[in-house]
T-cell receptor, first 111, second 114 residues
Framework: DAKTTQPTSMDCAEGRAANLPCNHS???????VYWYRQIHSQGPQYIIH???NNETNEMASLIITEDRKSSTLILPHATLRDTAVYYC????????????FGKGTKLSVKP | SAVISQKPSRDICQRGTSLTIQCQVD?????MFWYRQQPGQSLTLIAT?????????ESGFVIDKFPISRPNLTFSTLTVSNMSPEDSSIYLC???????????FGEGSRLTVL
């Protein structure tokens, strides 16, 4: 699976959009980009995933560049409860159980 | 979504003892996965548990240390054997949803070895 690079930490003001970048320059054609988050003392939670098109769901939007070498997770109106570690993971098809979690980005939403 | 229950949620154990962690899922799943999260670290996959066959272990993890059972399609156990303080971690059970690719996690079992 391709390796990802994320900033160690980011701050965001409550109510503003949080934009979390991820670089995955070695991604291959059949690999998806997945985002998970882990709120303190809880198990990771799935957010969104995509292949090449931008995706949106009730939690977030995922913007993937045309060359697929990077992506951005957007939380449109961050709340204090969005404070968590956000993981960007690139993986091929099939079972998603063998995910390789990096260090992630620690997002702190401040009032 | 899948509801995953783990027991115990936390425990404090003595060096040299073993502890079995249970994972119950509210629906039948083919594969269940066990992860470890050491203090301040990210998650690492320990093994994949298939019903009716032996678990598949990742590099650095062996069956003697982390025996796994998978007696049916909704249940699995992970045993941490002959524990040492280095085994102090959160152990997480997870399952995937094939039609969407989502991975669901339990709340984890926080293990402290003294």
């Amino acid at each position: 699976d391709a390796k990802t690079t994320q900033p160690t930490s980011m701050d965001c003001a409550e109510g503003r959009a949080a934009n979390l970048p991820c670089n995955h320059s070695t991604i291959s054609g059949n690999e998806y980009v997945y985002w998970y988050r882990q709120i303190h003392s809880q198990g990771p939670q799935y957010i969104i995933h995509g292949l090449k098109n931008n995706e949106t769901n009730e939690m977030a939007s995922l913007i993937i560049t045309e060359d697929r070498k990077s992506s951005t997770l957007i939380l449109p109106h961050a709340t204090l409860r969005d404070t968590a570690v956000y993981y960007c993971i690139v993986t091929g098809g099939g079972s998603q159980g063998n995910l390789i979690f990096g260090k992630g980005t620690k997002l702190s939403v401040k009032p | 979504s899948a509801v995953i229950s783990q027991k115990p949620s936390r425990d404090i154990c003595q060096r040299g003892t073993s502890l079995t962690i249970q994972c119950q899922v509210d629906s039948q799943v083919t594969m269940m996965f066990w992860y470890r999260q050491q203090p301040g670290q990210s998650l690492t996959l320990i093994a994949t548990a298939n019903q009716g066959s032996e678990a598949t272990y990742e590099s650095g993890f062996v069956i003697d240390k982390f025996p796994i059972s998978r007696p049916n399609l909704t249940f699995s156990t992970l045993t941490v054997s002959n524990m040492s303080p280095e085994d102090s971690s959160i152990y997480l059970c997870s399952v995937d949803r094939a039609d969407t690719g989502e991975l669901f996690f339990g709340e984890g079992s926080r293990l402290t070895v003294l």
